[in-house]
């Protein structure tokens, strides 16, 4: 950083600032994570410096012959670890690549059904407010109100009613296992196209830990941050027959220049996950998250479909304590302790003032946590639950937090 410093030494305080954050905090939001070294060293490459407009072979700029080997490769790595037939890594984020996949197999106005946004699903998968609902005919499932999972016979029905084109299965706040074999069949009844969003579970689906979609879904589309731990962005992969579709959707139909320096990026981290390493720490991943909610449940958390099959779990700190989501995330973060606040089912709260948190278990296993870390992590949640309003609590709380945080080796990341 010794350009930086003397060059904006603004900037280069708030860096600082930010390593030094994210090593005093238990991070327990399911969609951040370190990035290693080397994913970190790549997208601050000279590859930011070059236009690429096209694909491999297919530019419309000279001087490519570095970076058409570059795409090749984490085209080709992205098949091999996700197991399709097809990669485009050129989306630059998920939103972008659940745009592209849209417009790859429909048309305006064509139906499409995914989870309701306050129920679990994602903006891109209908949301009113969101171009997939203001370009495309709409419409949501929702979970069952006793257990807060997803009813299959009750997607169906409704998409017998229905006939969509399109039909989304993966979710940014739905704790439990999506059965793509299911959504495969129903699919199938109504002939429509089957999109799965892995942007969350994508590296429980490298493990094993929870089904694989490639088997069943004509599109796949996953971030790859969160869990996956490589850079911001996006990837698309899909069955062959919609490889022409899938690309010309997003170059010329989204997108110019792809991010060069990302695509290097995105090649680096597809390598990690191809690694043994990668396996065992999804996997550490699921069980830290079993471990956690056990812990919580003990503790007389409320969670939402009474628990997790994944990476995450949704708190109703309504109906836990009575206090709602948006204080209770608050009051943690002043304790060390950083969640994002969050609807439930069926939540008589608006989604900026909601009644659940949400949290995770991605970030921690990196750092080498365990399931005995698990048990600190779920007392200091309830002891925060217990003190919201006691600053001197909350801060005695931060302090513990930071001490038991130097166990942690951040120079792999940091």
Do not use: W
């Not at 993966?170 to 793509?180: K, L, Q, V």
């Not at 606040?341 to 946590?369: C, E, H, K, Q, W």
């Amino acid at each position: 950083m010794n350009h930086i410093i003397d060059q904006d030494p603004k900037i280069f305080k708030l860096i600082e600032g930010e390593k030094k954050r994210e090593q005093e905090v238990i991070r327990l939001i399911p969609s951040e994570n370190y990035a290693s070294k080397a994913v970190m060293e790549a997208s601050g490459s000279v590859f930011t410096n070059k236009y690429s407009e096209g694909y491999p072979g297919k530019r419309y700029y000279e001087g490519q012959e570095f970076i058409d080997e570059v795409e090749t490769t984490a085209c080709q790595r992205a098949c091999q670890l996700f197991h399709m037939d097809h990669a485009n890594v050129q989306p630059y984020s998920g939103s972008p690549a659940n745009q592209a996949a849209f417009l790859a197999l429909l048309e305006p106005n064509d139906k499409i059904l995914g989870l309701k946004l306050s129920e679990g699903g994602h903006l891109t998968h209908g949301y009113k407010l969101n171009f997939s609902a203001k370009f495309f005919n709409s419409e949501s499932y929702t979970v069952d109100p006793k257990t807060h999972q997803i009813d299959y016979d009750k997607i169906l029905d409704q998409a017998l009613k229905f006939q969509p084109k399109l039909i989304i299965a993966g979710y940014t706040a739905y704790p439990r296992t999506i059965d793509f074999a299911k959504f495969r069949e129903i699919c199938d009844r109504v002939g429509a196209y089957l999109l799965a969003d892995i942007s969350h579970i994508n590296a429980l689906c490298i493990s094993g830990d929870h089904p694989h979609p490639a088997p069943y879904a004509d599109i796949i589309t996953t971030t790859t941050h969160k869990a996956l731990r490589g850079p911001r962005g996006g990837l698309i992969l899909c069955k062959k027959e919609h490889a022409s579709k899938v690309d010309k959707a997003i170059m010329p139909g989204l997108q110019g220049g792809p991010h060069n320096h990302i695509t290097a990026a995105k090649a680096v981290a597809f390598k990690e996950a191809l690694s043994g390493e990668f396996q065992t720490y999804a996997h550490q991943i699921y069980l830290n998250a079993q471990a956690l909610a056990k812990a919580l449940l003990g503790r007389g958390f409320n969670l939402v479909s009474g628990g997790t099959d994944t990476h995450l779990i949704i708190i109703n700190a309504i109906a836990s304590f009575k206090i709602n989501g948006k204080d209770y995330a608050k009051a943690l973060y002043r304790a060390g302790l950083e969640t994002n606040y969050n609807t439930v089912p069926f939540d008589p709260n608006p989604p900026m003032n909601p009644s659940g948190v949400r949290i995770g278990t991605p970030a921690v296993t990196t750092l080498g946590m365990k399931e005995s870390d698990m048990e600190f992590i779920a007392a200091k949640m309830l002891q925060v639950a217990q003190n919201i309003n006691d600053e001197g609590v909350l801060n005695h709380i931060r302090q513990e937090v930071q001490e038991y945080m130097k166990q942690y080796d951040f120079s792999r990341f940091i």
